[in-house]
């Protein structure tokens, strides 16, 4: 069973809509947090990281921390065409191994 | 940004023979990896370095080996290509310290027949 899980595997949302993207650890040693961004034939951008609980806004993405239920989630408002991508949950612990585990991905797709 | 070169960028190699993929980045970073993206599993950890010639396991290293030469270059090797190891692979480097970012190459496609 895979450390970090994703939901959906697949989002289908409308433009100008909200997507929200879920991801949760199994390992309670993970205190680092990121969420990555694939477009197609590229490879991973980190997009955000969230290494406390609650919070945490950059222009249209948010992102939200809850360590005790081990969950991030990823939302972004006012989808654009150009969201359409891979996103990959990421997360670390904080032995300073520097292992870095990633999700299996959620694909979305915004529809104009 | 930091600039991570992979190479080749597409390989096609037949089972039982050798590969070398080979990545080179220029931020001064400490930290290198090697991942393989498959369908269904994201990016799994194959092997990565903190320095010259320092190795790390990773969570699927069985058929693999890998060397770090220069602070600059990492390569993973495939020594008898089986099948089961056609996928995308990307390197990623990263600084030193708990919580860094990663930062990945374009990738290299490889296909073994």
């Avoid at chain 1, 433009?15 to 490879?43: I, K, P, V």
């Avoid at chain 1, 989808?79 to 694909?107: H, M, R, V, W």
């Avoid at chain 2, 058929?63 to 090797?77: H, S």
């Amino acid at each position: 069973q895979q450390k970090v899980q994703q939901s959906p595997e697949s989002l289908s949302v409308p433009e100008g809509g909200m997507a929200s993207l879920n991801c949760t650890s199994s390992d309670r040693n993970f205190q680092y947090f990121w969420w990555y961004r694939q477009h197609s034939g590229e490879g991973p951008k980190a997009l955000m990281s969230i290494f406390s609980d609650g919070d945490k806004k950059e222009g249209r993405f948010t992102a939200h921390l809850n360590k005790a239920s081990l969950h991030v989630s990823l939302h972004i408002r006012d989808s654009q065409p150009s969201d359409s991508a891979l996103y990959f949950c990421a997360a670390s612990d904080n032995y300073g191994n520097e292992k870095i585990t990633f999700g299996a991905g959620t694909k979305l797709t915004i529809k104009p | 940004e930091a600039a991570v070169t992979q190479s080749p960028r597409n390989k096609v190699t037949v089972t039982g023979g050798n590969v070398t993929l080979s990545c080179r980045q220029t931020n001064s970073h400490n930290y290198m990896y090697w991942y393989r993206q498959d369908t269904g599993h994201g990016l799994r950890l194959i092997h990565y370095s903190y320095g010259a010639g320092n190795l790390q396991i990773g969570d699927v290293p069985d058929g693999y080996k890998a060397t770090r030469t220069t602070q600059e270059d990492f390569f993973l090797l495939l020594e008898l290509a089986s099948p089961s190891q056609t996928s995308l692979y990307f390197c990623a480097s990263s600084g030193q310290g708990s919580g860094n970012t990663l930062y990945f190459g374009e990738g290299s496609r490889l296909i073994v027949v």
